[in-house]
């Protein structure tokens, strides 16, 4: 099955998923990734898998002038309906529809873990930029990625299941508060998006652990233990 495919089938599941307020560890992590390591708007930006399209929302209320992509045309198509002026195109994230060095922005909101071909992806994000142009990201935090809490108390240890170097699918259903979603993907280790970013003269220069703002109680224990990962890389 396709990358895109494997969408399909939960694209209005991840609308109601991500557009419900206050719902989902977006709205406790968001500020860190804007006000900490987004750079002040610039000529354009592109956003690698855009989703329904919150992060190029909010990008655009921040007066950048955002280009959004995404393998799944459904998600795209709600972009669109939310966006009307926005630009929003079905592509690959491994095969930008784009010329070289004609962005000095690339945002990929937890999507690297979900593409198909991460390192190829971050190659097509640094083609697309113009020298000095920056790549920001976030992901799952690979510590996260391969660990779980082992119950629900808030002090609760934190356990590593999985070898953190072994890539692994990721196929896990969550349902949370009458919603329900499957996120698919795959494991990285943190040298495995240091080598992709390496091999394609992107220079990592900002590396952030957030901890969730102004969430409820049941967030307390991401203080203790990082839930994402934020990387900012300038391009040489």
């Known amino acids: 099955m396709s990358p895109a495919a494997e969408w399909e089938p939960d694209a209005e599941n991840w609308v109601r998923w991500a557009r419900t307020p206050r719902h989902d560890a977006y709205w406790y992590y968001r500020d860190a990734f804007f006000d900490r390591l987004v750079p002040p ?25 955002v280009t959004g992509i995404d393998s799944s045309s459904t998600l795209v198509r709600y972009a669109r309906q939310a966006d009307a002026t926005g630009s929003y195109a079905v592509a690959d994230g ?27 992806t971050v190659r097509e994000a640094a083609r697309v930029l113009v020298p000095g142009g920056h790549f920001c990201v976030c992901v799952t935090h690979p510590l996260a990625d391969v660990g779980r809490f082992i119950d629900a108390e808030p002090d609760a240890a934190f356990a590593i299941r999985q070898d953190y170097f072994a890539k692994r699918r990721v196929d896990d259903r ?7 979603m499957t996120f698919r993907g795959w494991t990285y280790s943190l040298q495995d998006y240091a080598i992709a970013l390496e091999m394609v003269g992107l220079k990592i220069e900002t590396m952030l652990e957030p901890r969730p703002t102004g969430a409820p109680r049941t967030y307390g224990r991401w203080n203790r233990v990082p839930m994402f990962l934020l990387l900012r890389a300038i391009k040489a």
């Open 41 to 65: 708007q610039g000529r354009r930006s592109v956003e690698i898998g855009c989703g329904e399209g919150r992060i190029a929302r909010d990008l655009s209320s921040r007066g950048h002038r």
């Open 174 to 180: 969550v349902e949370r508060d009458g919603l329900e």
């Open 94 to 120: 491994a095969a930008l529809p784009f010329p070289d060095r004609c962005f000095d922005l690339a945002v990929a909101y937890n999507s690297l873990q979900v593409v198909a071909d991460m390192p190829g």
